[in-house]
């Protein structure tokens, strides 16, 4: 079966109402940043929040493993 405009529309509509209340239900977003060690996560989340939240260097990775920040 092949959906027309009206099935799309629908599902569209569906869609973002569920998407709407999840966001509305979220304190505050939550990101994670995933790559090689050394890549720059930590400079792009910097970067990104326009603030020193992580802390980075050059040469040897600076942060290792899983770290949350609030």
Known sequence: ???????TGK??????????KFLNGLDRPRIL???AAGSGKSTLANLVLNREVCRTGS?????RGIIEYS
Request: proline fraction near 4%; aromatic fraction near 4%; glycine fraction near 8%.
């Open 59 to 63: 040469g040897k990775p600076v942060t």
């Open 11 to 20: 599902f569209a509509n569906s869609l973002n109402e569920h998407l709407e």
């Open 33 to 35: 940043l995933a790559g």
């Open 1 to 7: 079966m092949i959906a027309d405009s009206e099935d």
